[in-house]
């Protein structure tokens, strides 16, 4: 049986799984959980996953979430030889630098978009001058990461710029990542969004989410 991807495409961790799925040419079920009507809130969700996050996996009756948790494992278990060499390899320094990028990602990259977004959205608070520059400063690691190569952890893409992609399309409803201050981001990004699935998979989603966001400023701009 496939596994079970539940999501929203709304949410980017819940894009960054997708987008894995794709490169492998993985089949997964995709159930879909409302997240803005609170779908991911239900009884029934919070017995797969108490901290009620999207996405979450189920495989063979077991459950797993956070994306980045995900994504590792589905590298492990369904990746082919050849697509773990690339994206994931077994080379244990190689590998634990993808999981710092993976770590990053899910502890400051992430969150700088995700905090502003969930207070604006669900607390009416606008966006403050500390979580610009928090956003900067978390922009400011990548850009060196991604200094004289490629992608974050070399010249081949891994799953940690699959992560890295999400949050920073997300990042940017609300803050613009100019090439003059951002240029390895932007030629960084410019080569994730020519990845052949990469629109197909974030369209819809961000564009609900971009709309969410950028209502909720304008109706705040106008008070
Ligand atoms: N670190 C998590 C973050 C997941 C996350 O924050 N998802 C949001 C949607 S974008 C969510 O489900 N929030 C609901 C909640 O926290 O109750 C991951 O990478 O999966």
Redesign the pocket.
């Known amino acids: 049986m496939a596994p079970i991807l539940y999501a929203?495409n709304?949410?980017?961790?819940?894009r960054?799984?997708m987008l894995l799925c794709k490169e492998l040419n993985l089949k997964v079920e995709i159930r879909e959980v409302d997240?803005c009507r609170g779908g991911?809130?239900q009884e029934q969700f919070i017995k797969m996953n108490p901290?009620?996050?999207?996405?979450?996996l189920e495989d063979n009756g077991k459950y797993l979430?956070?994306?980045?948790?995900?994504n590792t494992y589905i590298m492990s278990k369904y990746g082919k030889e050849e697509q773990q060499r690339r994206l994931y390899p077994r080379n244990v320094y190689q590998r634990a630098v993808i999981d710092q990028r993976l770590h990053f990602?899910?502890g400051v990259l992430?969150?700088a978009f995700?905090d502003v977004?969930?207070a604006l959205v669900g607390k009416n608070q606008p966006i403050t001058e500390a979580s610009i520059e928090r956003a900067h400063t978390a922009l400011g690691f990548l850009e060196q990461f991604l200094d004289g190569q490629k992608y974050s952890c070399g010249d081949e893409m891994s799953i940690a710029d699959l992560?890295f992609s999400v949050s920073i399309l997300a990042l940017k409803i609300w803050l613009p990542i100019e090439e003059k201050k951002y240029p390895n981001i932007t030629a960084w990004f410019r080569r994730m969004q020519s990845l052949p699935y990469f629109s197909e998979v974030n369209e819809e989603g961000h564009e609900k989410l971009r709309k969410l966001v950028q209502g909720k400023m304008a109706e705040l701009s106008k008070k």
């Open positions: 929203d709304l949410s980017p961790p819940a960054a799984v997240f991911h809130m901290q009620h996050t999207l996405p979450t979430w956070d994306s980045h948790a995900i990602d899910n992430f969150p995700r977004a969930s992560s």
